[in-house]
């Protein structure tokens, strides 16, 4: 694989990422990412059928769940972080840190593929227009383009 889609690949999951936490802390409920905000702009730009809307949200709710218990994972191994003095057990939790991310990422990647499949052909592209502007907007450094008080 080129250099150039190697970086390409790592940006788009950077940015999957970002948009998941994003969705988890910035949006209240039973658990973390049940808010609308981003959902609502997805569903809203997309303009999803009532069929697709019921299909998405059985997607979402499968992904946080599958996710929910990797972050309290990662804030646990975190508090365990800030509070050691030792290097190794440092490194340790750090390596375990970044496979859980990692999983995350790859959860969240699976995620967005699956709720493009419900999409039609012109959804699929709006979409793609969608991430392209989030990747720009990101890349210019002002973080998620849903971030409150934005």
Do not use: W
């Not at 390409?8 to 948009?19: A, R, T, W, Y």
């Not at 936490?21 to 997805?42: E, T």
């Not at 970044?98 to 593929?113: A, C, K, M, R």
């Not at 990747?135 to 409150?148: L, S």
Request: glycine share 8%; with cysteine; aromatic share 6%.
């Amino acid at each position: 694989m080129s250099k150039k889609a190697l970086t390409i690949g790592l940006i788009v999951m950077v940015i999957i990422n970002i948009i998941l936490i994003a969705m988890m802390v910035f949006h209240s409920g039973r658990h973390y990412g049940r808010g609308n905000g981003p959902s609502r702009m997805l569903k809203h730009h997309l303009d999803f059928t009532e069929l697709q809307e019921e299909q998405f949200e059985l997607l979402r709710t499968k992904h946080f769940d599958a996710v929910e218990p990797k972050m309290k994972m990662i804030g646990n191994l975190k508090r365990q972080l800030i509070n050691t003095l030792d290097h190794s057990i440092a490194q340790k939790l750090t390596e375990q840190i970044g496979q859980l991310e990692g999983e995350i990422d790859l959860l969240t990647f699976e995620h967005f593929t699956a709720v493009r499949e419900i999409c039609t052909e012109e959804q699929q592209a709006k979409m793609d227009e969608m991430k392209q502007r989030m990747v720009k907007h990101i890349i210019e450094g002002h973080g998620p383009p849903f971030r409150r008080g934005r």
